[in-house]
């Protein structure tokens, strides 16, 4: 059996073909453009590398992920040019003859590290990606958590010291939350170049600084096992130490239950994808396969 699977992202789309077990036999990357020509690139490549027996879609969000909803796998508003209301799924559908499943870009990346990856054996598991935005997705008992939307951990408020940070923050809706703070955007907005060319400590301190705040906030309501950390931005010479570190000086001790103390403060707490950036397109790949086996 074949699949088609896109990790369908804000910057770069990733198209790939496989079983849906963890194999890609090939794949093809683009930079996101217009809807228009993104999704003829996407359509194009699996059209030369079919027959295919189902596509999963992780697409970036806002995106209407609710199955059996009139509006399921259109793009909700987003500041992103021309992608407002964009039908992802049914146009692929329809333009591929394939049923398409579809969930959020960072809940495909997490279902890869379940089933491959640094996520494998847990029922709780929060997967954050730090790259151009800041996006998350969530396992709590063993499930995705979808709720009224799906989760939108970039967008939490963290404290903000404009003492230290007199940057106002780069989200076009909050302006200072998580990923108008600590985002690679932001990163570049607040320095003026692009985030892997800055050796500032003081900048990498920061940034620890944020996601420390986000991760120690996001343990505290949802009590993962794990918290696996992708994106560009959080390999950083240092910086998943450092947050690490600071995680550790958030919880200040508490709670002091057996084991919760050493486990947040270790090293198996706080992890990059076990699947790297593959994560993203073995995930969408999983959820083809799911879909076509009626396990979706
Ligand atoms: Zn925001």
């Not at 995106?63 to 992103?80: E, L, M, N, Q, W």
């Not at 010291?161 to 607040?190: K, N, T």
């Not at 420390?212 to 950390?229: D, K, M, Q």
Request: glycine share 16%.
């Amino acid at each position: 059996m074949s699949y088609g699977g896109i990790e369908a992202g804000g910057t770069k789309w990733v198209c790939g073909v496989g079983d849906g077990q963890g194999e890609v036999s090939e794949a093809i990357a683009f930079p996101t453009g217009s809807p228009q020509e993104t999704l003829a690139q996407a359509v194009s490549f699996f059209e030369q590398h079919g027959p295919l027996h189902a596509l999963g879609v992780g697409s970036f969000g806002p995106v209407d992920v609710r199955r059996g909803s009139p509006t399921f796998g259109r793009i909700a508003g987003t500041p992103k040019p021309g992608w407002s209301q964009t039908d992802v799924a049914a146009t692929l559908a329809q333009r591929l003859g394939l049923p398409v499943a579809l969930d959020t870009d960072v809940n495909a990346a997490l279902i890869g590290e379940l089933r491959w990856g640094s996520g494998a054996g847990f029922q709780n598991v929060v997967y954050i990606t730090v790259g151009t935005g800041i996006g998350g997705g969530v396992l709590a008992n063993g499930r995705l958590v979808h709720g009224l939307l799906h989760p939108e951990l970039g967008h939490m408020r963290i404290p903000h010291d404009r003492a230290l940070d007199p940057f106002p923050g780069c989200c076009p809706f909050h302006g200072d939350c998580l990923e108008g703070l600590a985002s690679g955007e932001a990163i570049r907005q607040r320095c003026g170049e692009r985030a892997e060319r800055i050796t500032d400590p003081a900048v990498w301190e920061l940034e620890a600084r944020y996601l420390a705040h986000a991760i120690t906030n996001i343990s505290y309501v949802l009590s993962p096992e794990r918290v696996i950390v992708g994106g560009g931005v959080i390999n950083a010479p240092g910086l998943l130490a450092q947050v690490r570190t600071q995680v550790r000086e958030l919880v200040g001790g508490y709670p002091d239950a057996s084991g919760v103390l050493e486990r947040v403060g270790g090293e198996e707490f706080i992890v990059t994808p076990g699947l790297g950036n593959r994560a993203g397109v073995l995930g969408a790949l999983a959820l083809a396969r799911d879909l076509h086996r009626g396990a979706g």
